[in-house]
Structure formats: C-alpha cells, structure tokens
C-alpha cells in the first residue's frame, strides 16, 4: 500500500544553519506530495505542496522538489530561524486526494 | 471563514462508553476528512467524504467507528464500546476540491481519552 518514510527526529540546528529533511515515499499511480506543519500549540497547516514529478514546491524560503525517480520529496532551508522550530510531516495524495498518507513527523529545534 | 472547528475538544470517557465528535469544516468545502494521531505520530487516515457521500474508508477502521455527513455540511465521528486503544487525538479536515483546490486545512482536534 502507499506509505511515507520520513528521517527521525529531533533534528536539532543552530539559527542560519541549512535544513534537510528527507522523505521518501511508495505509491501506485501518480500521487501528489505535500509538507505539513506543526507549530507548538498550533494545528497542523500546509507548508508547500507538488502535485506531478519535477514539480517544485516553495514557501517561506522551504523547498521540496518532487523526486520520481528516487520516490523522494526532501525539505530544504537554506537559513532555519528558530522561529522554525516545529514538527513538519511529509504527506502523499492518492490521485484523486480521497485519501492521504503521513510520515511520522520530524521535530526540529532551532537554537539561537 | 471560520476555520474548521471541531467539538468537543477533550473528552474523557469509561471504557465501553460510546463518544461522538464534531466537525465543522470551512463553509462551502465539499471535502472532508477524519484523521487519528498518537502521539509521537502523523496523521493515520480514517475516512473521506465528498459532500455526503462517504468514498473512503480505511480497512484499519473498525466496525465500532462509524461516521456520517448527512448534508453535506457538518460531519460526526462516533466510537461505540470505546476501548483504551481508542484513546488519541483525533483531527478533521476539510478542502475545497476541485483542481489546484487539493489543501486541507485541518481544525484543532479532539483528544480522547479512555479510562
């Protein structure tokens, strides 16, 4: 079935340090890819998202490009802010987006 | 726009008692979603709704889930013969649909706590 791999945490950074989280995923068919965020106290909210291979999603500086090949979908910074400091899930969408499948979720600490 | 809200926000309840939860998604949203998280955990995927129809179920939920949109506008969540498994947070979410209309906004979560 369709699954999301993604690293463990916690990922702990200095402030300006470069992120990488990685995710992987298994799918059938032509699924679209998302990052979620959690901020502490906060509901879970869409970072960025890529609905077909080669497809680059962007926010807030966050990149993750849509990996057909390699079935990944790596979150990238290139300067966290400890205001970053939150819980990011990896999520894939079945084609239709009737169903959605989570990563584990990474906590990541920013030190200042 | 409100936000999805979902009611109540805690709960706590005996084993073997039964419990209904409450979504209301973002008006004018034909797509809504249930989710369960433990903690430690992502979302784990329970059921889709587009309108009132329900079109997704998944085979992790039991026969003592139920769940039911009945115009398509608000949604409920009921767990019969609760056990302590049951205990998490569980989430709803909704999305426009349509193309490009794909994001859910999720509201803040019922957490479930079986004694």
């Known amino acids: 079935g369709d699954s999301v791999t993604q690293m463990e945490g916690p990922v702990t950074l200095s402030e300006e340090a470069f992120l990488t989280i990685n995710c992987t995923y298994t799918a059938t068919g032509y699924p679209s890819l998302f990052w979620y965020v959690q901020y502490p106290g906060e509901g879970l909210q869409l970072l960025l998202k890529a609905t077909k291979a080669d497809d680059k999603g962007s926010n807030k500086g966050f990149e993750a490009t849509y990996r057909k090949e390699t079935t990944s979908f790596h979150l990238e910074k290139g300067s966290v802010q400890v205001s970053d400091s939150a819980v990011y899930f990896c999520?894939?969408?079945?084609?239709?987006?009737?169903?959605?499948?989570f990563g584990s979720g990474t906590k990541l600490n920013v030190k200042p | 726009d409100t936000g999805v809200s979902q009611d109540p926000r805690h709960k706590i309840t005996k084993r073997g008692q039964n419990v209904t939860f409450r979504c209301d998604p973002i008006s004018e949203h034909n797509r809504l979603y249930w989710y369960r998280q433990t903690l430690g955990q992502g979302p784990e995927f329970l059921t889709y709704?587009?309108?009132?129809?329900?079109?997704?179920k998944s085979r992790l939920l039991s026969d003592r889930f139920s769940a039911e949109r009945p115009k398509g506008s608000f949604s409920t969540l009921e767990i019969q013969r609760t056990e302590q498994g049951d205990s998490a947070m569980y989430l709803c979410a909704s999305a426009a649909g349509g193309q490009g209309q794909e994001t859910q906004y999720f509201g803040p979560g019922t957490r479930l706590l079986v004694l």
């Open positions: 999520a894939l969408s079945s084609y239709n987006f009737n169903k959605f499948y």
């Open positions: 709704f587009q309108n009132e129809a329900q079109l997704e």
